[in-house]
């Protein structure tokens, strides 16, 4: 897409998003729109292994806007930045399409991890202002996660997360009652699937281990009534 097409998408998102612009070309003057076109800049440098050129150019877009992203980030289309100041974004953070972030907002490490250290946000994600999502686990699409909230662990799609640590209070738009709300053991479906294969593969196991004792048997069978056939010639 060219300069005049980004340019328009980004009018477009900025409009969809904050009920504050008057004016087409007020998007001028937003950190947001400053920052990702910048950032995409950095990127193409990263990826081409220039990676002292890529920070040095990274960092200056820090000074003029407030919004670290690292380079090595990867971002999807129709993110928007409100206000920005703050907002910082680490390298092996994964960003979905059209993700909202307010101010203040980490998407950062927790400094026990290697490799994969940032969150994955999935598409249509909103991130209020001053939350802090840290560690390698993703929030999942439709997610809002509220103001000031620190979230340590997966999110499953269309919720609602809010408080330190981040908690599920609603799903699909549906209140979760406090009681029945467990607070550390969100669903993981990758975990369930893998418990699901294990417990399908004993019982397939159990299975053919009675097949083969079944063959054996017979086999055995014939073979006496072989003998016996043999004997009685
Ligand atoms: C989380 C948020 C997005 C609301 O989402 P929602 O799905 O409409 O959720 P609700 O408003 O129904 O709130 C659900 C519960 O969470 C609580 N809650 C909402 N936001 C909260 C927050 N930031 N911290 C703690 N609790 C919060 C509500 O009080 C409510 O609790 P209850 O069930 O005991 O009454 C919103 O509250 C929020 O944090 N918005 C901030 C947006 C922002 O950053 N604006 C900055 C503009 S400059």
Redesign the pocket.
Known sequence: MGIIGYIKDEMQIIKERDPAIKTPFEVFLYPSFKAIIRYRIAHKLYQKKHYLLARWYSQRTVRKTGIEIHPGATIGKGLFI??GHGVVIGETAIVGDNVTL??GVTLGGTGKETGKRHPTIGNNV?I??GAKILGSFSVGENS?I????VVLSEIPPNS?V??VPGRV??RDNV?IPREDMDQVHLPDPVYNDLIRLQQENVRLTQELKQVCERLQKIEEKKLNNDNNNEINK
Not at 146 to 149: L, Q
């Open positions: 409100d206000h307010y101010q909103m209020s202002a809002k509220g103001a000031g909230s609602t809010v408080g209070v609603k209140k």
